[in-house]
C-alpha cells in the first residue's frame, strides 16, 4: 500500500482498471464497489469489508441484485477452497457469480471443476507461503533476532543501515526496562512475595504497553511471574523448543536470573507450569466419548516409569475413558491408516483428469503470455523513445525519470507475470500427484517411519483421531486434513456411486473385500452430500461418466499434449 504515490498504492488501482475492462467485456454496469486494503487474512471471517459487501447482496430486493462479482484473481477474495466453496454456493441463491479477470470459462460443469482446482491451488500456494515465512522467521531467530511485538521492557525500533535502508532490531524500553530489572532483584531478594514486589512496580509506574484496541494497564500477578521465569530477559530467544543466544541486551544477569529460579522453585512455582514429556502424537489424538484432548501422562508400576494418554475430560471427572498405554494407541493408529488408501483406479482417472485440465488451462495460459510479451514490446519502445530525450537542449530530466521509472516497474511487473502463470498450476498439479502417491500405501510408510515420519505424515493426513476403547484401543473417527479430505472422501462418493448403478456393477468384485473398501470409513459429523458444495462432490462429478464433452476441458484444437514433469 505504502510503494507509490497514490495512497492506495500499485496493486488496487491496477486491479480497479482490470475489473472495469472485465465488467465492459460483460456489457455491465458497476454498481459498487469494495476495497479491502492490506488484509491477509486466511478466512473469510476475518475480512470485514468481505462481510460488508455480503450483507449489501443479502439485504438487496431480488430484481436489483448484481449479476457479478468481479475480482482481479481468485486469490484476492478467497484463501482456501472451502471458503470458496461456502461463499459461492450462498452466491448462487442470488444468481451471483464470482468472475475472475484473469480466468473466466463460464459456467459450466467443467468450468466449476478447474475453479475448485485453482482454489485448491491458492490455498496450497497461500499455506506454502507461510511455510516460507515461518522458516524465515525461523531463521531469524536463530540468528539471534526477535520475531514480533517486542517484550515488555523492551521496543520494536528501526536502525539505518551505513548503506542504505534499515534494520528492525530490539531496543532497551527506557521507561519499562529498568522496572523490569527491578522486579527480578526485589523477588531475588527472597524476602518480598509477587504480590509485594507488583505492588512496588505499579507504584512506580510500570504498565502494559497500549495497542490500537486495548489501552495501558497495570501489569497482572501472573504476568510477572510469568516475566520472572523468561529466559529472554537473560539474553536467550527461543524457537519451537531450541534456545538460542540473542541480539538484544539482557536486563539481568545470569546469577541474578538463577536465584529468582531458586525462590520461584521454594515456593511452588509461582503458578508456572512446564511441559516435561512429548510424544510424536500429542495434539492429534482426541476422546471418541467426550470431545476432549488427550495428553501424555506418567505412570508408575511394578515395570517402572510408563507413559499413557489420559483424557482431559477425565482429569475434570466427566469422562469415563480408560488411560490408554502408548504403545496400544500406536497400534490403533496403524490399523487406521489402512481406512484412507487410494485405489490404483481412482488414482490414475485422477491423474489423467488433471492433466487433461491443465492442457486446457495451459492453451489460456498461452494467449495471456502472448499479451503480455506484446506489452513488453510496447514498453521497450516508449522507452527508446524517452531515451533519446536525453542530453537534448532543454530536456525535463525529472519528468522522463519519473517516466522511465513507471516504465521499469511495470516491466518488471509484466516479468514476473510471465515467470508466475505456469508455476501455481504446476505446483497445484505436484501437489495433487504427491497427494494420490501418498495414499497408495500410508500404512506401509507409517509403519516404517520413525518418530519424526509418524509425526509429519500423520499431520498431513489426518487433523484429528479420535480414540475409543472398549475391548481393545481404536480410532473410532477422524477428521482429515482439507488438502487430502477431498480425495479421500471424493473415492467413498465414487464407489458408494458404483456400487448403487445396475449398469456399472462390474465395480462391485472380490477386490474391494481383499483391500477393506467394503469396511465403513468413519468421517466426524458428516452431513448429507446435497446440504454444501465440497472438494469431494466436484471431484466425483469430474470423474464421473455424465456425459461431459472433453472438447470443453481441451479448449482450442491443434494444441499438442504436453508432458509434465513427475
Not at 522458516?135 to 536502525?159: D, F, I, S
Not at 528492525?168 to 531475588?188: M, S
Request: proline fraction near 4%; glycine fraction near 10%.
Amino acid at each position: 500500500m505504502h510503494t507509490d504515490y497514490n495512497p492506495e498504492g500499485i496493486s488496487i488501482p491496477a486491479q480497479r482498471e482490470a475489473g472495469a475492462r472485465k465488467a465492459a467485456d460483460l456489457r455491465a454496469m458497476v454498481v459498487d464497489e469494495f476495497i479491502e486494503p492490506g488484509r491477509t487474512a486466511t478466512s473469510i471471517d476475518k475480512r470485514p469489508v468481505f462481510q460488508e459487501m455480503m450483507a449489501a447482496i443479502r439485504a438487496t430486493p431480488r430484481d436489483a441484485l448484481p449479476d457479478f462479482i468481479i475480482v482481479y484473481h481468485f486469490n484476492r477474495i478467497f484463501r482456501n477452497s472451502i471458503d470458496a466453496a461456502i461463499t459461492k454456493k450462498e452466491l448462487a441463491k442470488y444468481g451471483v457469480r464470482v468472475v475472475s479477470t484473469i480466468l473466466d470459462m463460464g459456467e459450466t460443469p467443467e468450468s466449476a471443476m478447474v475453479e475448485s482446482i485453482i482454489h485448491a491451488v491458492d490455498q496450497y500456494q497461500s499455506q506454502a507461503s507461510g511455510a516460507d515465512i515461518r522458516y524465515k522467521m525461523g531463521q531469524k531467530v536463530k540468528n539471534g533476532g526477535t520475531v514480533g511485538q517486542a517484550t515488555l521492557g523492551y521496543l520494536n525500533v528501526r536502525e539505518p543501515k551505513p548503506e542504505g535502508g534499515e534494520i528492525r532490531t530490539i531496543a532497551v524500553d527506557p521507561e519499562r526496562g529498568p522496572l523490569i530489572t527491578q522486579a527480578f532483584e526485589l523477588f531475588g531478594t527472597g524476602q518480598h512475595s509477587g504480590q509485594q514486589v507488583l505492588d512496588r512496580l505499579i507504584t512506580a509506574g510500570l504498565t502494559t504497553r497500549a495497542t490500537r484496541k486495548r489501552s495501558a494497564k497495570p501489569l497482572s500477578l501472573s504476568k510477572l511471574y510469568d516475566i520472572l521465569s523468561d529466559r529472554y530477559y537473560l539474553g536467550f530467544v527461543e524457537h519451537e523448543g531450541a534456545e538460542y543466544p540473542g541480539r538484544h541486551t539482557p536486563l539481568v544477569t545470569p546469577e541474578l536470573f538463577e536465584r529468582v529460579q531458586r525462590v520461584l522453585v521454594l515456593r511452588g512455582g509461582g503458578g508456572t507450569r512446564k511441559r516435561q514429556h512429548d510424544h510424536w502424537a500429542k495434539g492429534l489424538l482426541w476422546c471418541g466419548r467426550c470431545d476432549k484432548r488427550l495428553i501424555v501422562a506418567p505412570g508408575r508400576g511394578n515395570g517402572g516409569t510408563y507413559f499413557y494418554f489420559l483424557c482431559r475430560g477425565r482429569q475434570a471427572r466427566g469422562c469415563d475413558l480408560p488411560y490408554l498405554k502408548v504403545q496400544e494407541v500406536l497400534k490403533a493408529v496403524e490399523q487406521h491408516y489402512a481406512t484412507v488408501r487410494l485405489s490404483e483406479d481412482f488414482r490414475a482417472k485422477v491423474r489423467a483428469q488433471l492433466d487433461d485440465t491443465l492442457l486446457s488451462e495451459l492453451g489460456n495460459i498461452q494467449a495471456l503470455k502472448k499479451r503480455l510479451k506484446a506489452r513488453l514490446g510496447e514498453l521497450d519502445a516508449k522507452e527508446e523513445q524517452y531515451l533519446d530525450l536525453v542530453g537534448e537542449p532543454g530536456w525535463p530530466k525529472a519528468k522522463i525519470q519519473k517516466k522511465l521509472a513507471g516504465l521499469a516497474a511495470e516491466r518488471a511487473e509484466i516479468e514476473g507475470q510471465l515467470a508466475d502463470t505456469t508455476t501455481k498450476l504446476d505446483t497445484g498439479r505436484q501437489f495433487f500427484l504427491t497427494a494420490l502417491e501418498l495414499l497408495k500405501d500410508p500404512q506401509a510408510f507409517f509403519m516404517k517411519g520413525g518418530a519424526g515420519i509418524k509425526k509429519a505424515l500423520t499431520k498431513v493426513i489426518f487433523a484429528k483421531l479420535y480414540l475409543d476403547a472398549r475391548e481393545l484401543v481404536t480410532v473410532s473417527e477422524h477428521e482429515l486434513t482439507p488438502g487430502i479430505s477431498g480425495l479421500v472422501e471424493a473415492e467413498q462418493q465414487r464407489r458408494t456411486e458404483y456400487r448403487r448403478s445396475d449398469t456399472l456393477s462390474g465395480w462391485e468384485d472380490d477386490s474391494w473385500d481383499e483391500e477393506g473398501w467394503k469396511d465403513s470409513r468413519p468421517f466426524r459429523k458428516e452431513g448429507p452430500a446435497l446440504d454444501r458444495l465440497t472438494e469431494a462432490d466436484l471431484l466425483t462429478w469430474s470423474l464421473g461418466d455424465h456425459g461431459s464433452s472433453r472438447a470443453a476441458l481441451v479448449g482450442d484444437t491443434g494444441i499438442e499434449p504436453v508432458t509434465f514433469p513427475v
